[in-house]
């Protein structure tokens, strides 16, 4: 793959971040949430407080990756003069 210009890298970068946070996530509810669980029996209100902090913390992971995405296809436009420029003949 080749490599030309900070797009290319800030999306690659976004890749290993999402994939690296994808991989963290299935390792913790495979192996270490089912041993919590086993081991504290959680009232319903817990049960919804976790959904809620897993839920709060994916929106951040989301917004991270959109702005990376944007970032990477903004990061070579060039500055315009004016947001619209005059149409031809009008001026």
Avoid: H
């Amino acid at each position: 793959m080749q490599m030309d210009g900070p797009p290319k890298l800030l999306a690659l970068l976004k890749q290993i971040v999402e994939q690296l946070l994808s991989l963290l996530t299935m390792i913790a509810c495979i192996y270490w949430l089912p041993n919590v669980i086993y081991k504290i029996i959680p009232s319903p209100a817990a049960v919804e407080n976790s959904y809620f902090v897993l839920f709060f913390f994916e929106d951040f992971v989301f917004a991270l990756v959109i702005i990376l995405l944007v970032g990477a296809a903004f990061i070579e436009r060039g500055a315009q003069d004016e947001a619209f420029p005059p149409l031809p003949g009008t001026i």
